[in-house]
T-cell receptor, first 109, second 115 residues
Framework: GQNIDQPTEMTATEGAIVQINCTYQ??????LFWYQQHAGEAPTFLSY????GLEEKGRFSSFLSRSKGYSYLLLKELQMKDSASYLC??????????FGAGTTVTVRA | DTAVSQTPKYLVTQMGNDKSIKCEQN?????MYWYKQDSKKFLKIMFS???????INETVPNRFSPKSPDKAHLNLHINSLELGDSAVYFC??????????????FGPGTRLTVL
């Protein structure tokens, strides 16, 4: 089966930076996605990596190392509205998306 | 306009009943999915349809039956509901199944509670 690990919870202060790590062991690899999910709402797409390196999108960046089975999502200049669950998801050789359990980020004033 | 919509948003029912959840997308996508998110927040794929054809069918009890009348709709019918079926069910869609940068767009979810 697929194994995707990420920390359960993280807390940070408004304006700070938080890095959410994700490690994976899957049957094949066809891309890694990060989604944001606010409580009681649907997941929304944040970023996609298929090649090694850093992808930057405004305050959010995502990094991938395929050889290490590792990714991170970097959230800069944290805002209160960034308090949410962040889901790491890997697409395998069958093009199925497997999700981690999510990391709940709490931003404090 | 809502891209991916689901009805109902909340569903409370008794064990043993049969219920359906409907999903519609107006994005012109070819592929639609059903996911189950349990109380531990794990999001797990159940089914995927591409152009009305079943592509992914995970190990799901056969009490769950998806139906795709057309490319824009994927409904989920559940027979003989059990307590363990209580969860949030998300519908999603993507342009295609095997696209290089395919992003899945999720509906708002249906919270099913079986009493």
């Amino acid at each position: 089966g697929q194994n995707i690990d990420q920390p359960t919870e993280m807390t940070a202060t408004e304006g700070a930076i938080v890095q959410i790590n994700c490690t994976y062991q899957t049957s094949g690899f066809n891309g890694l996605f990060w989604y944001q999910q606010h409580a009681g709402e649907a997941p929304t797409f944040l970023s996609y990596n298929v090649l090694d390196g850093l992808e930057e999108k405004g305050r959010f960046s995502s990094f991938l190392s395929r050889s290490k089975g590792y990714s991170y999502l970097l959230l800069k200049e944290l805002q209160m509205k960034d308090s949410a669950s962040y889901l790491c998801a890997v697409r395998d050789d069958d093009y199925k998306l497997s999700f981690g359990a999510g990391t709940t980020v709490t931003v404090r004033a | 306009d809502t891209a991916v919509s689901q009805t109902p948003k909340y569903l409370v029912t008794q064990m043993g009943n049969d219920k359906s959840i409907k999903c519609e997308q107006n994005l012109g996508h070819d592929t639609m999915y059903w996911y189950k998110q349990d109380s531990k927040k794990f999001l797990k794929i159940m089914f995927s349809y591409n152009n009305k054809e079943l592509i992914i069918n995970e190990t799901v009890p056969n009490r769950f039956s998806p139906k795709s009348p057309d490319k824009a709709h994927l409904n989920l019918h559940i027979n003989s509901l059990e307590l363990g079926d209580s969860a949030v069910y998300f519908c999603a869609s993507s342009q295609e199944l095997a696209g290089v940068t395919d992003t899945q767009y999720f509906g708002p979810g249906t919270r099913l509670t079986v009493l």
